[in-house]
């Protein structure tokens, strides 16, 4: 038996938990937690009455806590910050609607990431490195992330970013949140322009889906942690192996097969919805 979370408007989601025979465990408003929850129980239609409702409807191990987790890693763009960095780079060079289309591909898991971002990257080659400048002044947090990771570091659990991004922006963001660190990719810069090359992390391969489940794998040991001890979340189709690896794996606005194959996922609301999955968030 599970628990369910409810998120949204007060009616609606009132009027979705009357047509659930759960039990109503802890009430406030935009969130409603039902226990003793089965999936057989589930009335026909749920998924068409959550989109209609516009409810988010996560379904969690019963009384959910933070003392079960260390670790907390977290996709960056469109996750943690509300733009795809890449793509605003790309439209201040001029070269927006080229590099969106194959942004947009990739994150529908329609094209290898590591092969979309070496040709996004290579369609930027001698731009200004004032294009970077540009994405850090529009990396503006997604609402309710900045609270979430303030929650999840006051309750011990060390923080990370792993992003196909780039590390200017994301040693960036990590400091405006708080973080405990970050793995990223690397822009190639030479007398202050791009020259359209890309590095992985410390200089190695590409930061792709595999290398960013390895990278939880390796940041749950640094902290001493087992993968059941991690948190991990993100919208697009290269965060799908580290969303599975994860003891809490959770979609946040994601693309289509994201939301289908991950474990749970934020479609309508904000953080504070995955911050609600919580008991220390009830107390």
Not at 65 to 85: H, K, N, Y
Not at 250 to 267: I, T, W
Not at 271 to 279: A, D, M, R
Request: hydrophobic share 45%.
């Amino acid at each position: 038996m599970n628990d369910m979370l409810l998120a949204g408007d007060d009616r609606a989601i009132h009027g979705f938990a009357d047509r659930l025979n759960f039990r109503t465990k802890l009430v406030r408003p935009g969130f409603i937690r039902l226990s003793g929850v089965s999936s057989k129980g589930f009335p026909t239609g749920l998924a068409a009455m959550a989109e209609e409702s516009a409810v988010d409807v996560l379904l969690l191990p019963p009384d959910l806590s933070l003392r079960r987790f260390r670790v907390a890693c977290f996709d960056m763009d469109s996750t943690l910050i509300e733009s795809e960095c890449i793509d605003e780079m790309a439209a201040f060079a001029g070269a927006g609607e080229r590099i969106s289309r194959i942004t947009r591909r990739a994150m529908e898991g329609l094209i290898p990431f590591d092969e979309s971002l070496r040709q996004r990257v290579a369609a930027l080659a001698g731009s200004s490195a004032e294009i970077v400048t540009h994405a850090v002044e529009r990396a503006v947090p997604t609402p309710g992330a900045l609270d979430f990771v303030d929650f999840l570091t006051r309750h011990g659990l060390a923080t990370y970013i792993i992003t196909g991004g780039f590390e200017e922006i994301a040693t960036h963001v990590a400091r405006r949140f708080g973080m405990t660190g970050v793995v990223c990719n690397r822009l190639v810069l030479e007398d202050g322009r791009l020259t359209g090359g890309v590095r992985g992390p410390a200089g190695g391969k590409i930061l792709d889906a595999d290398g960013k489940r390895r990278a939880l794998e390796v940041l749950a040991q640094v902290n001493g942690a087992s993968l059941s001890e991690t948190i991990a979340g993100g919208d697009g189709a290269n965060d799908l192996q580290m969303i599975a690896a994860a003891g809490f794996g959770f979609a946040y606005h994601g693309k289509p097969v994201v939301m289908r194959e991950a474990p749970r996922g934020v479609r309508f609301g904000d953080f504070s919805v995955l911050k609600h999955c919580f008991l220390e968030a009830w107390a």
